[in-house]
């Protein structure tokens, strides 16, 4: 196999995923664990390098690419709407040590003694996570909304909001009426926009 090729579909499907949509692309360098908690829809593409290790769930839906060095990851669920994009090296870690709380940090150590939070993270559809931003435990992004490269956030977002920083604030909207008519081209088998 070439290192610019992607896992089949028979491969795939021998990974066991709960459920698994068509023509779905994963690379072959991608570190994939807990497949039966994974639902992934159809015409999805996970690019090189990517970490995709589900204590709880992951959903994908439609039309959903993650690009290279993504992490999805923890112990809370974690749901990608359709036509979603994660950003290269973006983060979604649904479970993080708590830094100020007693307790010893690391996988290695008994749950006893470690201070961990866990909440679900949600990417609603249309929604854009910039490269190398994080998302925390109990992030939540409304449809539409966009993230600006190497934000960080753990709360909700509101929908069709442009939102950079640390933490991410709104700083502008998002032409929802724009998207929505070029998603309802999309799924009526229209063509769309042409550049001049």
């Not at 072959?28 to 015409?43: A, F």
Request: include cysteine; hydrophobic fraction near 45%.
């Amino acid at each position: 196999m070439h290192n610019h090729e992607y896992l089949s579909h028979a491969d795939l499907a021998r990974l066991g995923f709960a459920a698994l949509g068509d023509d779905v692309r994963i690379h072959p360098s991608c570190v994939l664990v807990g497949c039966e908690r994974m639902r992934i829809g159809s015409h999805v593409r996970i690019d090189p390098f990517c970490i995709l290790t589900i204590g709880s769930e992951l959903v994908i839906g439609d039309h959903v690419h993650v690009a290279g060095h993504a992490t999805l990851a923890g112990g809370g669920a974690i749901s990608i709407g359709d036509h979603a994009n994660i950003s290269h090296g973006a983060k979604l870690l649904s479970s993080s040590d708590h830094f100020s709380a007693a307790g010893i940090a690391g996988p290695s150590i008994p749950d006893a003694f470690r201070r961990v939070s866990t909440a679900a993270i949600v990417v609603g559809r249309h929604a854009i996570v910039g490269a190398g931003a994080v998302l925390l435990p109990g992030a939540a992004l409304g449809e539409g909304t966009t993230l600006g490269a190497l934000s960080l956030v753990k709360q909700t977002v509101p929908p069709w909001t442009v939102n950079a920083g640390v933490p991410a604030r709104v700083v502008g909207r998002r032409d929802r009426l724009g998207v929505l008519a070029l998603d309802r081209a999309f799924r009526s088998g229209g063509s769309g926009p042409t550049c001049e």
